[in-house]
């Protein structure tokens, strides 16, 4: 069976350093540079296997592998035949008999992907499962930090706004406990999940999944101490109905020139995107110095190359 990535539990610390090492030098390369590298993979077949959208994930797995010069194929779930209800099983062995060696897989129900990983020989990167998780963007954020010398144990780091839907907080939350950090979660009782509640707690969910925030309430309470400000997005098609209006969530918890200029002068802010801006995020936050939304975003390349090169070498 091949290395698989389906949760933060899958890599160590001391892995992750090294792979950050790497994304460091593939980073530092400029285009023309990278071509050396177009031969390291060469003959290994990559699918992207998308059962929800996605932009920023997708498409910067896709120019990672292509780096390496891995075969890419792109398949999203309206056009495969899980629509004729082929099981997860039978596409595993299916893409099995195709030859291909690695698999990046997104699905909306927690625990697919490692589903899926059971009767797949090569290896399944998880790209995001439901709310569980999305090992790739913690790393991605850790990345943006460990560059910047902010992935310290007394560095303040606080996750703002969704998070019962949110699987890159709780990924985040995982790796981040791995390196001795303890990130704040700051909601309204209405976006945590029932085991997250309780107002300046720290709390600790248990399990192989399980993680240790402190969970906050308070917004403005909390902003001042902010090393790291991680926005979130409301994920509006997740609910039926909101638990909080949205003008009501945003008066709250909405990053903006209000907010800014409480927030340190050395602090970072960061959002895994898709933003929505006039939500969680008003358009002042990209004019601010301290925005790493983009870097974040750029980041995804070499970060994946990295990880790539890590599970198939
Ligand atoms: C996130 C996701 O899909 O979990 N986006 C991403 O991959 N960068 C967050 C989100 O959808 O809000």
Redesign the pocket.
Known sequence: MGRNLITENDISADETILLFRDAKHFKKLRKKELAKFSHRLVGRRMLLLFYEP?T??RISFELSARNLGIQTTIVESSYSSAMKGESLVDEAQTFDALGFDVVVMRHPEIGAVKNFSLYFTGSVINA?DGINA?PT?ALVDAFTLWERGLLRSDVNIGIVGDILN???ARSNARLLNKFGILPSFIAPPEFLPKILQGDNQLIEVPGELGYRVHVMYDLDEAIEKLDVIMM??V?RERYESLPMSIPEFSRRYQLNSGRLSKLKPSAVIMH???VNRAVEISDDVFADSRCLINEQVANGVPLRMALLNFLLE
């Open positions: 996605s920023r994930t995001g999305h963007q949110s699987r890159v979130l997005r994920q895994p995107g898709p």
